[in-house]
């Protein structure tokens, strides 16, 4: 097998990571990537992922995730401090793994995994801009002929014009005002769950989970996965790259910035929503308060400007998961033709993330499952990526005795997490194949 590149990198002849995990940002920057990487309009899935466990296990998985996703990211900017204090300033994420855990396919694992993490959220953030623009329309011209996948068509043509932004470090401003938004369309949509609750005509609301034991567990396994998805990151090296050396102690303080807005965002979602709706929450809480068979259930402005703040923060989040499957694909490309990803050499940049840009948009209209692909890409993409693979490179690294209380920790989440990435992606793949009887290609609704 082929070995990976020596992690021991040489920036100034590293001309793609140059161009795009330019090294320039403090730790607030850092703070503003953290949370468009991870605060984003899937928290409105979270509703809908409740339904599946029901309050108390809804409660208790949205909270042990989010404490192990933020130990999980603190103990992997630990070991990048330790690595750069070596003088290994390592700048993305597979080279990491290869240097810790010494095996090449690890670093072809990691590649495969944030991958399929970036293309994933890619899609998935096309197909949500697109059902944005679809929601607007309907409101404004019921009877209009424009179908989804040509509102899809729409967000592909300006995300290929976005694709240019040249670094992660030029997004830093773009991604304060994604935090602004996150926080601007979650009071929004809080505020029209609990008018929509309170009205004279409320929604029924049934608590109940579904009445097989086996529906049961595949369903609160997919719900697992798709709140593993909403709390994934997968990028966090690439984001400690965009700080200026040395970044020691940089990361804590953006996640503590990033968490402090999960802490808001999250739980007022998950409670409003499936407080509102139960079992009958939509992937997109949206489309719950805005059904096809009835009236709006919240005043229509409140509901348009959410979705317009959703929609601007959609292009944001493609962006910054982009950069890195940007960097991957010129990384391997100049690797072939060397110095054709120079900062002079504008072409090939623009061609390669114009036809990755217009994969995604394609794969969005064609298979438009929202609530599915979140679960998928959350039990085959984050948990390995977030909630195994960081404990392991922390227990590689520092090596704590195995009588150590951390150690035995890091083992739990290590073993628990593997066990419900497999079941999820288990049940994640099977919902999937289900729910592709329920529609034909290029359909003009997203199959919940």
Known sequence: MAQPPQPELRLDSDAGAVFVLESKGKWWHAGFHLTTAIVGPTILTLPYAFRGLGWILGFFCLTVMGCVTFYSYYLMSLVLDHCEKAGRRHIRFRELAADVLGSGWMFYFVIFIQTAINTGVGIGAILLAGECLQIMYSNLSPNGSLKLYEFIAMVTVVMIALSQIPTFHSLRHLNFASLVLSLGYT?????????AGLSKNPPHKDYSLESSSS????????????????????????????????????????????????LVT??????????AFGNKSNSNILKSLMPDDGPSLAPTVVIGLAVIFVLLQLLAIALVYSQVAYEIMEKQS?????????????????????????????????????????????????????????????????KPKTSSLIYWINLFIMVVFTGAGIMGAFSSIKKLVVDANKFKLFSSDVVD
Request: proline residues 5%.
């Open 187 to 195: 009071f929004l949509v809080v505020g029209a769950c609990i008018h």
């Open 215 to 262: 529906s049961r567990v595949f369903s609160a396994f997919t719900s697992i996965s798709i709140i593993a998805a909403i709390f994934g990151n997968g990028i966090l090296p690439e984001i400690q790259a965009t700080l200026a050396p040395p970044a020691t102690g940089k990361m804590f303080k953006g996640l503590l910035m990033c968490y402090s807005v999960i």
């Open 266 to 275: 999250f739980y007022s979602a998950s409670v409003s929503g499936y407080w």
């Open 334 to 398: 100049a690797d072939v033709n060397q110095g054709m990803f120079s900062k002079r050499n504008l072409i090939p940049r623009l061609i390669l993330r114009t036809l990755y840009v217009i994969f995604c948009g394609f794969m969005a209209a064609m298979l438009p499952f929202f609530g599915d692909i979140n679960g998928v890409i959350g039990a085959i993409g984050f948990i390995p990526l977030d909630f195994v693979l960081p404990m392991l490179l922390y227990n590689m690294t520092y």
